[in-house]
Each structure stands twice: as structure tokens, then as C-alpha cells.
């Protein structure tokens, strides 16, 4: 028991913090996957036929990806030596606002929903499927570097 607890200190010690570079590895991440997706017209149709039963799964796989592959896939890195922001990892919630902020950024400063005559939920939905993309580059870069 004594050993354990000895360990569990040694990595909060020692253990790589979430540092303000690791968003820029996330931003630089996502946005570099993110680009093609915003500007495909067959993205912003797919989005257009999606219902909300749909739309409510690309979320939650994009949530998975990116839980997994901060938490599973890097086996250095432990999601209980994580700083946290109501329960949740903080690393983890900066990764959802850069995969899905990365997404709403290039679409709108392309003017993808105008020119794809997509209103708000359209937009959304859009930005979810952008999202999937995107949050593997952010958390690869993450990971990587």
C-alpha cells in the first residue's frame, strides 16, 4: 500500500503538466486536419440529412477519440494526474474545444455555411463531422510532441 501511494506521488511529481505549447500542438493539430473537411461540399450535405440520433453519435465518437487517445493509446499519461475542471480532465476538455473550435473557426472564416446555405443546425452538425478529423490531428500532435 505504502508503495503504491509512494508511486502515485513520484508521477504528480514528476509528470508532464498541461502546458499552454500543448494547446498549440492541439490547435496546430486540429486545424491541419480540420481544413479539407470544412470545405467539402459532400460534408456539409451529409450534415444536411443527418438526424439527430446521427449527429448525437458523431459527437460521442468524437468524445471517444478523443479519450482514448489521450488516455489509452498514451500509456504514459494518466487521466488521474490530470488537472481538473469539474471532474473532468483539462487536457481533455481543451482537446474538445480545439476539435470543435478549429472546425466552427475554418468554416465560418471560409464562409462555408453561407456558401453551402446551411443554417445553424446544419452548421452544427457540419462542425461535428469536421470534428471527427480534427481531433485525431489534435490529439496525435498532442501525443507526439
Do not use: C
Not at 461540399?41 to 450534415?47: F, N, P, Q, R
Not at 479519450?67 to 474538445?96: I, K, N, Q
Amino acid at each position: 500500500m505504502g508503495n503504491d501511494i509512494t508511486k502515485r506521488l513520484f508521477r504528480r511529481l514528476f509528470n508532464r503538466q498541461f502546458r499552454p505549447s500543448d494547446v498549440a500542438q492541439q490547435v496546430v493539430g486540429g486545424f491541419l486536419l480540420a481544413g479539407p473537411f470544412v470545405v467539402t461540399e459532400e460534408v456539409w450535405v451529409l450534415a444536411g440529412t443527418m438526424n439527430n440520433l446521427q449527429w448525437a453519435v458523431v459527437v460521442a465518437i468524437v468524445f471517444a477519440i478523443g479519450y482514448g487517445a489521450l488516455y489509452r493509446a498514451d500509456s504514459g499519461r494518466d487521466v488521474e494526474d490530470e488537472t481538473e475542471v469539474a471532474g473532468v480532465p483539462f487536457r481533455f476538455v481543451m482537446l474538445m474545444l480545439v476539435s470543435f473550435g478549429s472546425v466552427l473557426t475554418l468554416a465560418y472564416s471560409f464562409a462555408a455555411p453561407e456558401t453551402f446555405g446551411a443554417g445553424p443546425i446544419q452548421t452544427a452538425k457540419a462542425v461535428s463531422i469536421g470534428a471527427v478529423f480534427s481531433v485525431v490531428g489534435a490529439a496525435t500532435a498532442d501525443s507526439l510532441f
